[in-house]
């Protein structure tokens, strides 16, 4: 396949499949919206060299959201430990110290529409973005602060930066009611949009982040519970989690990630291309190390062992090799 445009159509079909397959739904992701073949192709095989080199995943999380006054100004004094962290409001003011925090609980009860003590939906959300060990804790907060003026520009926020634990994290609480009386209602869709737009104000800083999905990166993890780590450190979990299942199960969704690596990873190393081609290649080791292309090929050996009892099985067909890889951070 020399034709470079051919190489850069495969790209683009198999690539927004892989990387954005919820552009349907919600605003092109960041990156690959507004753009010709060419530019759209260049996106995506930077999205394969960041994932191809295990760049660190960002972490975008819902991680609840105050029912009422009563939560949300509990919420507050968490993340600010009750004042002693300095907190910066949507318009970039630092605010610290107790009677800062109570006036911000305050101006959110009366702002707007009138927040009740308690209420049966959420009046707020806590969100909160976070990068493995190592970043830079002053570039994630500057990141976060861009990704916040950006995407929740019409919310009163406040954000704190934690520093101190292992993984540097901003936490982000944002009135649901909007200025003009629109509600906050995040969905799976927004979230992903949300990863792809810290990762890239990252980047805008130097670090290489990426945002991909679990499925895209082969993986199948369920991380715990918020609530229920919290308990675990201070040892108040009695009950195992019955919600984590020890078997990996990959789903259709899977098998259509892992074909869409294929297709690009044979275009690439066709392409008349020597860096398209070193690229297919380096896609091609780390396709070996994916989770879900070990199981299939572990499965389609199985499922020949039933059909054809007590014959011996022709070898599968080379989707990978069963050898240890370096596991993803998220």
């Known amino acids: 396949m020399n034709d470079s445009r051919a190489v850069d159509g495969v790209l683009v079909q198999w ?137 929740l520009a019409d919310h009163r926020y406040v954000m704190v930066l934690h520093d101190h634990q292992a993984n540097p994290h901003v936490h982000l609480s944002v009135r649901a009611e909007s200025r003009q009386g629109k509600r906050l209602n995040p969905r799976k869709a927004d979230l992903q949009r949300w990863r792809e737009a810290f990762a890239e104000r990252l980047r805008g800083w130097g670090i290489e982040a990426e945002a991909t999905r679990q499925v895209t990166r082969g993986e199948q993890k369920k991380y715990p519970k918020l609530w229920r780590k919290k308990a675990s450190e201070q040892g108040r979990v009695q009950a195992p989690d019955t919600t984590q299942k020890p078997e990996q199960r990959f789903s259709k969704s899977h098998k259509q990630a892992l074909e869409a690596w294929v297709r690009i990873k044979d275009a690439l190393t066709k392409s008349g291309s020597p860096a398209d081609r070193q690229l297919g290649s380096a896609m091609n080791l780390h396709i070996r190390t994916m989770p879900f292309a070990i199981e299939i090929q572990r499965r389609w050996k199985a499922e020949q062992q039933r059909e054809l009892p007590g014959v011996r099985v022709a070898k599968a067909p080379t989707v990978a090799r069963e050898r240890p890889g370096p596991e993803m951070e998220r």
């Open 15 to 151: 690539g927004d499949r892989l990387f954005y397959p919820f552009n349907r739904r919600v605003p092109a992701a960041p990156g690959c919206a507004g753009i010709g073949l060419r530019d759209r192709a260049a996106a995506i095989r930077q999205r394969i060299e960041r994932t191809v080199a295990r760049a660190p995943q960002v972490m975008v999380k819902v991680t609840g959201g105050g029912r009422g006054m009563v939560a949300i100004a509990a919420h507050l004094r968490y993340i600010s430990k009750n004042g002693r962290i300095p907190m910066e409001d949507d318009q970039g003011n630092q605010r610290e110290g107790k009677e800062a925090m109570l006036d911000v609980a305050d101006h959110w009860r009366l702002g707007g529409s009138r927040i009740p003590e308690r209420s049966e939906r959420r009046e707020a959300f806590n969100i909160m973005l976070s990068m493995p060990r190592g970043t830079d804790p002053l570039i994630v907060q500057r990141a976060a602060r861009e990704f916040a003026q950006s995407e």
